[in-house]
């Protein structure tokens, strides 16, 4: 890509030919009216989404078979570049001979998709990408003209990155498992933030409602409460009774230190354990391939050592029986 | 496929005789114009002469400097934090500067990075007009705290043409100094710096027929300017970097068949302007931005309703004409534009505007067919459009 960012203005030249036929001979453009809709015995839904200030805008029309929710024909009309009358044609197109709860699950990746010429080749350059989210919204929004409920409905998960669809929850769970740190990071990892840019921080193509730079600064903050409490709950490890001690040892162990062992074929068990001037003696011994291992009353037993201090208590101490 | 240009305050086409004088110092006079030696000085001649050519071009007098450089964004980057700087080292109170909403980002993008560095920016708005009101600059200038003010000459997606003098002499009296981009006024209108006594202007070759990557900057007897690109001592010392002789000898002759052709712009190239412009507003539900004796004679920004800038510029282009847009839909910004804001143009035409730029290379058949081709456009984009309450023709 760097060389083409070089040269610039290449905009056009990353469109795929579909994006091209579509624009140039839309297949899907036009209108349906009531006439068309009594003349096949079907309910005429009408659609807007988007607005001419916003640069993009769409109106889509269904004819839905009342019997069976089948979307027997769709037409749209667009205000857009030509990424995004290419998109809502593709998307007219995909509607028909679905239900509309089919319809409703089409989403802009499939519409983007279908626009490939080859199927790992993207239709559209990045900074296009929010240009086809437009056609799955007026889906939406079609979707619950029909039913008459409110468009949220159709919308399980609280999307964050419309361009790559990926949700709220997503985006938190990367940055609390892979401990995220960046706006960037949180882009390498999901994507999301990688096309229009929109939903990075405000001011960008269009308003969000969620902000890549706000989600990762309450996820921290999250963690960092998070830990505090697992700190405050150490302090305590003193006035715990030797069984609960006991349990707290055996949950660090299970979790952190027999999956390594295991991986060699060994594996730890705790004999016993003593409280001595406020101390905390764990006596373990290995078993299987520990046994007799050379490293096991060096390298391993210092792992076991230091991780029961850090994630149990700094008062443990350990010995081998 | 016919090609028809009309993207001429994007860049031009090179005059044949800026080609043919530039030639000669590729291959045959390829001398360091700083050696001692004969292949040095023999360059020198040629660029007295393009000096000259730059020199009678803007008016400038004798005592003043035209240093030659990369392009205007250069220029108006060395004017703008030559004078940061400047506050910075001396310590002064110098902290303002001020410019205006409809900048090239070649000067407002320098400003927001000085901005970070602490400078305190006014951005003046433009008039219902279009225009950086007069009265808003002289109530902005606090002469203890401001350094340097920057307003576009002639602004290149309008073409709406600035009343610098009234600029000039308000900053005169409150003793600030002016900088003026003047990149889409050099060869469109008279530019004479004895009559606008400004103390910087800047301009780029490529946008009155000469090479593109050499630009100039003007600077009135007086002032001084702290370099941008330090090293060795071309340009008196302001500007470093070994001089491209040949783009150099270039822009002189481009400068003095711009300045000789003023006339013709002004007739000819405004006529098939106009003739295009009356064709465009017959088109119903169409807005052209600014007054036509406002601009400069080659540019139309028209806005038509119902069609998204991007679209249109596709459909031109499948048919061979070239245009441009100011807020494609793939820009990173929403904000819309400041002129249509000011001018009181509905948001809903923030999407719609494209820029026809004229030169003296159009000609009257390629204007009938660009008609043509635009009638189709609208014909064509407005049958796709959601847009309610527009017709085709
Ligand atoms: C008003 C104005 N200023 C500055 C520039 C920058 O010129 P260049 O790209 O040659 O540096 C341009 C060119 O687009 C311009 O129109």
């Keep these: 890509m760097a060389k083409t960012d070089l040269i610039g203005g290449s905009l056009w030249e990353q469109y795929s030919e579909k994006v091209t036929e579509r624009m140039n001979h839309p297949a899907f453009m036009g209108e349906l009216t009531e006439e068309d809709a009594a003349a096949k015995g079907a309910e005429l839904v009408i659609a807007d989404y988007g607005a001419d200030s916003c640069g993009d805008a769409v109106r889509l029309y269904w004819l839905v078979d009342p019997k069976t929710g089948k979307i027997l024909d769709a037409k749209y009309k667009s205000f857009g570049c030509g990424t995004a009358i290419a998109s809502s044609d593709v998307m007219a197109e995909m509607c028909i001979g679905k239900t509309v709860d089919e319809a409703a699950r089409i989403t802009n990746l499939d519409v983007e998709k279908a626009l490939r010429d080859s199927p790992d080749q993207p239709a559209v350059p990045p900074q296009k990408m929010h240009c086809s989210v437009l056609a799955y919204d007026v889906i939406k929004k079609a979707a619950s003209v029909y039913k008459n409920v409110d468009m949220s409905v159709f919308e399980d998960e609280e999307i964050v990155c419309e361009c790559a669809q990926v949700s709220l929850s997503t985006i938190k769970e990367v940055i609390k498992l892979n401990d995220l740190k960046t706006v960037e990071e949180i882009t390498q990892y999901t994507k999301a933030g990688a096309f229009c840019k929109s939903c990075i921080r405000p001011g960008g193509h269009e308003n969000r409602k969620f902000y890549l730079v706000d989600i990762l600064a309450d996820t921290r903050a999250e963690m960092e409460k998070e830990r505090l409490n697992t700190a405050a709950a150490k302090k305590s490890f003193l006035e715990l009774t030797l069984i609960q001690k006991h349990k707290e040892v055996e949950k660090v162990i299970e979790q952190y230190v027999r999956p390594i062992l295991n991986n060699d074929g060994g594996s730890v068990e705790v004999m016993d354990m003593k409280e001595e001037g406020g101390k905390t003696i764990v006596y373990i011994r290995y078993l299987g391939a520990c046994m007799g291992c050379a490293a096991s009353t060096t390298g391993t037993f210092e792992v076991i050592r230091n991780t029961l201090k850090q994630k149990v208590d700094d008062s443990i101490e350990v010995q081998l029986v | 496929m016919k090609r028809i240009y009309l993207d001429n305050n994007a860049t031009t086409q090179v005059d044949e005789q800026v080609k043919a004088v530039m030639d000669p110092f590729f291959c045959e006079k390829y001398g360091n114009p700083n050696s001692l030696h004969r292949f040095g000085t023999e360059v020198h001649p040629y660029m007295r002469e393009a000096l000259d050519q730059l020199y009678a071009g803007i008016h400038a007098d004798d005592e003043d400097d035209i240093i030659i450089n990369s392009c205007a964004s250069e220029g108006n980057n060395t004017v703008i934090k030559s004078e940061y700087y400047r506050s910075i080292l001396s310590n002064s109170k110098k902290?303002?500067?001020?410019?205006?909403?409809?900048?090239?980002?070649?000067?407002?993008?320098?400003?927001?990075?000085?901005?970070?560095?602490?400078?305190?920016?006014?951005?003046?708005?433009?008039?219902?007009?279009?225009?950086?009101?007069?009265?808003?600059?002289?109530?902005?200038?606090?002469?203890?705290?401001?350094?340097?003010?920057?307003?576009?000459?002639?602004?290149?997606?309008?073409?709406?043409?600035?009343?610098?003098?009234?600029?000039?002499?308000?900053?005169?009296?409150?003793?600030?100094?002016?900088?003026?981009?003047?990149?889409?006024?050099?060869?469109?209108?008279?530019?004479?710096?004895?009559?606008?006594?400004?103390?910087?202007?800047?301009?780029?070759?490529?946008?009155?027929?000469?090479?593109?990557?050499?630009?100039?900057?003007?600077?009135?007897?007086?002032?001084?300017?702290?370099?941008?690109?330090?090293?060795?001592?071309?340009?008196?010392?302001?500007?470093?970097?070994?001089?491209?002789?040949?783009?150099?000898?270039?822009?002189?002759?481009?400068?003095?068949?711009?300045?000789?052709?003023?006339?013709?712009?002004?007739?000819?190239?405004?006529?098939?302007?106009?003739?295009?412009?009356?064709?465009?507003?017959?088109?119903?539900?169409?807005?052209?931005?600014?007054?036509?004796?406002?601009?400069?004679?080659?540019?139309?920004?028209?806005?038509?309703?119902?069609?998204?800038?991007?679209?249109?510029?596709?459909?031109?282009?499948?048919?061979?004409?070239?245009?441009?847009?100011?807020s494609a839909c793939s820009s990173e910004s929403l904000?819309?534009?400041?002129?249509?804001?000011?001018?009181?143009?509905?948001?809903?035409?923030?999407?719609?505007?494209?820029?026809?730029?004229?030169?003296?290379?159009?000609?009257?058949?390629?204007?009938?067919?660009?008609?043509?081709?635009?009638?189709?456009?609208?014909?064509?984009?407005?049958?796709?459009?959601?847009t309610k309450n527009k017709e085709y023709i």
Excluded at chain 2, 151 to 161: D, K, M, P, R, V
Excluded at chain 2, 342 to 367: P, V
């Design chain 2, 335 to 386: 904000e819309s534009n400041p002129t249509f804001v000011a001018m009181d143009i509905g948001s809903d035409l923030a999407h719609t505007g494209i820029r026809f730029s004229l030169s003296r290379y159009t000609t009257e058949e390629e204007i009938d067919y660009a008609i043509k081709v635009i009638h189709n456009t609208v014909k064509r984009l407005r049958s796709i459009s959601s």
């Design chain 2, 95 to 326: 902290i303002r500067m001020i410019t205006s909403t409809i900048e090239h980002p070649a000067v407002s993008e320098a400003y927001r990075f000085l901005e970070k560095l602490g400078a305190e920016v006014i951005y003046l708005p433009v008039n219902s007009e279009g225009l950086v009101d007069p009265e808003a600059l002289r109530e902005a200038i606090d002469p203890d705290i401001t350094s340097l003010v920057s307003i576009i000459w002639a602004n290149n997606e309008t073409g709406l043409i600035n009343p610098v003098k009234e600029y000039a002499e308000i900053c005169r009296e409150n003793g600030v100094k002016l900088h003026l981009d003047a990149v889409q006024a050099v060869g469109k209108i008279p530019v004479n710096m004895k009559q606008i006594e400004a103390d910087f202007i800047t301009f780029s070759a490529h946008k009155f027929h000469g090479p593109k990557g050499v630009g100039g900057l003007y600077i009135r007897k007086g002032n001084s300017i702290i370099p941008l690109i330090h090293g060795g001592e071309q340009m008196a010392g302001l500007r470093a970097g070994t001089i491209n002789t040949p783009y150099f000898i270039g822009m002189g002759k481009a400068m003095e068949l711009a300045v000789s052709n003023l006339e013709f712009e002004d007739r000819e190239v405004r006529r098939l302007r106009d003739k295009l412009e009356d064709a465009i507003v017959k088109i119903k539900d169409v807005e052209v931005i600014g007054k036509r004796e406002l601009r400069t004679p080659n540019t139309i920004l028209a806005s038509f309703r119902g069609i998204e800038g991007e679209a249109f510029l596709w459909d031109l282009n499948q048919n061979g004409v070239a245009a441009s847009t100011g």
